[in-house]
């Protein structure tokens, strides 16, 4: 049977991290949104590490949060340990991350959803797509039940035709304790959708009190917490109470009363129960086909590939305020269970540990990410999406990014309006995209700050202004926020002006900050600004000359962006173009010539081949 009369204008199959972002974003610009899960008991579940950012990420959930995301609000009201990576290093690849209670986390999020007006939320799996005229208009469900809409988007994780892995042991299931998506991959096949296998694994869990604390090394969170949203441009109402409802929302205040982590390593018998018992290995004895994470790697393959390293550190956290079980960081394994609790026992302070939940490994399908535009929408079925996981990423933060800006051009494409398209020079978020839709991924695709050749641009505090233009164009904020951010700007503007043109001793302020930034004795009035303000500004003067060179440098790109390339263009017909570099054009299709010019085998000849085609073909037309 037919659920609804009247197609929803966004359907999301799956309440992942990127599930929920998709159909928040959807909700909140207007449009009517149904989210189908198998269990809404689940929903945002942290299936691995109850962690929130890290390096390249953390910058990335601020930009969530400037687009109108929720994890970042989410991560502070829920988070039990703050601490700024690269504290040391420059602004620009300074990186939050945050320890957040695991349920609480995934609890209040269940409960965001649950009041978003124009978002119903209804648990049954679904099974296959509905297709008419090469477009997708619908899902059918295990219940018999169908639900029609003029966009889909499939933010399925790790549940396509999911295989779990404890040594030789093999379970269905997307992850444990949950079932696995089989017959929604048949139907993306029909639809002409490639798909392949990838891998990725979890550590196991240990009770708390069974751990020997005396032999571990304390990592506290930091005193001064470095959040991920902006409070600073957010309105005076309680994020805790639901105005309408009376009802009230799990979290704390942000950064209250943090939980330490604890730092411990392998040892060399761990390295010997390791080696002697690879053979029993889901990954090592063929067992799983599937490519693994490379800058996530399980402990076997930690010791194969680096087999010089004495010992590898290991981290204990906590996974909430209210449980007593703590997540084993860097040991991710999919070894037998008795060889797991050797392996757990060799190392310091876990000698007596107790294993609560068992590490495994688990195997699923991805739709290699070159089958998608810039939009996240796919190549081959007309309104349908793809974000997270089954686009070839590792990691909640790519997964909420994805489900954000599918959400948002799932909505668009609803209406009928034109997408919401980050540039790679704009945000990290514009580069997983790019990076995704013209190279693709055979690997589990992870951020980091060394993808992005302008990341001196993208200094965590400034991802609300990078990316206002967008929030506003699509109407992603409320107008408070948008004028906040705005006069913000505004301040931000008024200062840099003022250090660069004003003069102290020895030359202008901005001189004097190059020089020595601890020696010079700022206005008064300057120190009086927000400290979110203050930060941008020093940020901007202290490198003027570094984001002058990076912003040169895009505006001398920015015309290869613009050349568009003909939808028609036969690839495979040009004289001169190099046969490798024509079949990878002919497949991928890139819109434009700066997109061409990033696909893996692409060379630059290649590119002054198109661009003096493409110019002889408008030459012609005019």
Same mark, same amino acid.
């Given at each position: 049977?037919?659920? @609804? ?377 007309? @309104? ?24 948002? @051009? ?68 409320? +107008? ?111 819109? +434009? ?9 692409? @060379? ?19």
């Amino acid at each position: 049977m037919i659920y @609804n009369q009247k197609p929803f204008d966004v359907i999301v199959c799956g309440a992942g991290h990127a599930g929920v972002e998709a159909s928040l974003a959807a909700a909140r610009m207007g449009a009517s949104t149904l989210l189908l899960t198998g269990n809404i008991d689940t929903i945002a579940q942290m299936s691995c590490n109850p962690a929130i950012g890290g390096q390249a990420k953390g910058q990335m959930v601020r930009e969530i949060d400037a687009l109108g995301g929720e994890m970042a609000i989410n991560t502070d009201l829920t988070g039990i340990q703050f601490r700024l990576l690269n504290e040391s290093k420059g602004p620009a690849v300074q990186s939050p991350r945050a320890q957040c209670d695991k349920k609480a986390y995934q609890f209040r999020l269940k409960h965001t959803l649950e009041l978003q007006p124009n978002l119903q939320i209804f648990q049954a799996t679904v099974t296959g797509l509905i297709f008419k005229d090469g477009k997708v208009v619908g899902c059918r469900t295990n219940l018999d039940i169908d639900f029609m809409g003029q966009t889909v988007v499939i933010t399925t994780g790790t549940f396509l035709r999911g295989l779990m892995h404890v040594g030789q042991n093999k379970n269905e299931g997307g992850r444990l304790g949950d079932f696995s998506a089989k017959t929604l991959s048949g139907s993306l096949l029909e639809a002409g959708i490639e798909l392949q296998r990838l891998k990725t694994g979890t550590p196991p869990r240990i009770l708390g009190r069974s751990i020997n604390f005396s032999e571990l090394e304390e990592q506290k969170g930091d005193p001064e917490p470095t959040l991920f949203a902006f409070h600073d441009t957010r309105g005076p109402e309680d994020p805790f109470h639901v105005e309408q409802t009376g009802e009230q929302r799990i979290g704390w205040k942000p950064g209250s009363v943090q939980v330490s982590c604890w730092m411990t390593h392998t040892t060399l018998r761990s390295a010997e129960i390791v080696r002697d018992n690879l053979h029993k290995s889901a990954m090592y004895s063929g067992e799983i086909s599937g490519v693994g994470p490379r800058y996530c790697p399980s402990i076997e393959d930690k010791f194969v590939r680096f087999a010089d390293k004495p010992r590898h550190l290991l981290f204990l956290e906590p996974e909430g305020r209210n449980t007593n079980e703590y997540y084993i960081n860097g040991l991710s394994t999919s070894l037998p269970f008795d060889i797991q609790l050797e392996l757990v026992h060799s190392i310091p302070g876990l000698e007596q540990a107790q294993l609560l939940r068992p590490a495994y490994a688990v195997e699923y399908d991805f739709a290699p990410p070159t089958q998608m535009f810039p939009s996240l929408e796919s190549r081959k079925v007309e @309104n349908l999406f793809l974000a997270g996981q089954i686009n070839g990423t590792s990691g909640y933060e790519e997964a909420a990014a994805q489900g954000l800006v599918a959400g948002v @051009n799932a909505a668009l494409k609803a209406r009928g309006g034109p997408p919401l398209i980050i540039k790679r020079h704009e945000a990290y978020i514009g580069v997983l995209i790019d990076d995704l839709v013209t190279k693709g991924t055979t690997e589990p695709y992870r951020m980091f700050t060394s993808r992005a050749e302008h990341r001196l641009l993208f200094n965590h505090g400034s991802a609300e202004l990078r990316l206002l233009q967008h929030a506003k164009s699509h109407m992603l904020l409320n +107008n408070s926020r948008l004028e906040n951010i705005f006069a913000k700007e505004k301040r931000v503007g008024y200062w840099e002006n003022r250090f660069e043109t004003s003069t102290t001793v020895g030359g202008s302020w901005a001189n004097a900050i190059r020089r020595d930034r601890e020696a010079v004795i700022l206005p008064p009035e300057f120190a009086a600004e927000a400290k979110e303000v203050r930060e941008e500004v020093l940020y901007r003067v202290a490198y003027r000359g570094y984001l002058d060179r990076e912003r040169r440098q895009i505006e001398k790109f920015k015309h290869v962006e613009k050349v568009r390339i003909p939808d028609a263009l036969d690839y495979l017909a040009i004289p001169g173009l190099r046969r490798e570099s024509a079949l990878k054009l002919h497949q991928l299709r890139p819109q +434009n010539l700066g997109q061409a010019g990033r696909i893996s085998g692409v @060379n630059p000849a290649d590119i002054s081949i198109l661009m003096v085609l493409i110019a002889a073909q408008n030459a012609e037309k005019s």
